[in-house]
């Protein structure tokens, strides 16, 4: 069974920066698309950025110039790099893949635990 563990979250203060961390473990044949959702407190998850298997990404309009998100698929790793933090980026961040456990396997869905970070003087 693929796991997905996130690491790197916290308490920051308003203009402050964090760096999430997520990595995908056990049986993994290949990996496609990595991406990080976030739930803000009494609302519902939301796409924050995603690392397509082409290279391309993507950005929630609230993030971009703020935030990054990047891959090394020799570690099986997905990063967020967030910048410039405001109080609505209060959130538990998840990581999310979509991968595919042995060769011919059809492609499944795995969603990390999640990671809380809370933006706040």
């Known amino acids: 069974q693929v796991q997905l563990v996130e690491s790197g979250g916290g308490l920051v203060q308003p203009g402050g920066s964090l760096r999430l961390s997520c990595v995908a473990s056990?049986?993994?044949?290949?990996?496609?698309?990595m991406a990080w959702y976030r739930q803000p407190p009494g609302k519902q998850r939301e796409l924050v950025a995603a690392f397509r298997t082409s290279g391309a990404t993507n950005y929630a309009d609230a993030v971009k110039e703020r935030f990054t998100i990047s891959r090394d698929n020799a570690k099986n790793t997905l990063y967020l790099q967030m910048n410039s933090l405001k109080p609505e980026d209060t959130a538990v961040y998840y990581c999310?893949?979509?991968?595919?456990?042995?060769?011919?396997?059809?492609?499944?869905?795995?969603w990390g635990q999640g990671t809380l970070v809370t933006v706040s003087s």
């Open positions: 999310f893949a979509t991968l595919s456990e042995a060769a011919m396997a059809r492609a499944v869905e795995r």
């Open positions: 056990g049986s993994i044949f290949s990996i496609y698309t």
